[in-house]
């Protein structure tokens, strides 16, 4: 670690840097934890989209769960997603088809490769 500004210098000291990083670090478990424990929940593996709110005009908020919900496994294969993400889906299939179609293409033949 180095600098030239000699007011950064004060700050490239390893053995202040680790117990500053350490407190930060700390401080941000302590405050996520309090978030937690004020959403009724006792631990990080209990939030769920319906916990979480995005604020989507100056006076209305809706959860991510309303925002984004849940895809029914297997149904982007099944073509039964929901019909915008089904169409990003399908629409990216139909590149990454192109895309190894088009890498199959440049490959050498294999037998032309059995003779070399």
Partial sequence: MTSQDP???SGL???D???????????????AMELVGAMGLSCTS?????HIMRRVTHTQAVSYADLYPPV????LLEGSAPAELQRVWD?????SDRAVLAAAALRPKASRLASI
């Fill in 7 to 9: 007011e950064l210098v």
């Fill in 13 to 15: 000291v390893p053995e």
């Fill in 17 to 31: 840097k680790a117990h500053r990083v350490l407190r930060f670090h700390q401080s941000t478990v302590a405050a």
């Fill in 46 to 50: 209990e939030i769920e989209r319906a």
């Fill in 72 to 75: 029914p496994r297997g149904s």
């Fill in 91 to 95: 629409a990216s299939v139909r590149r």
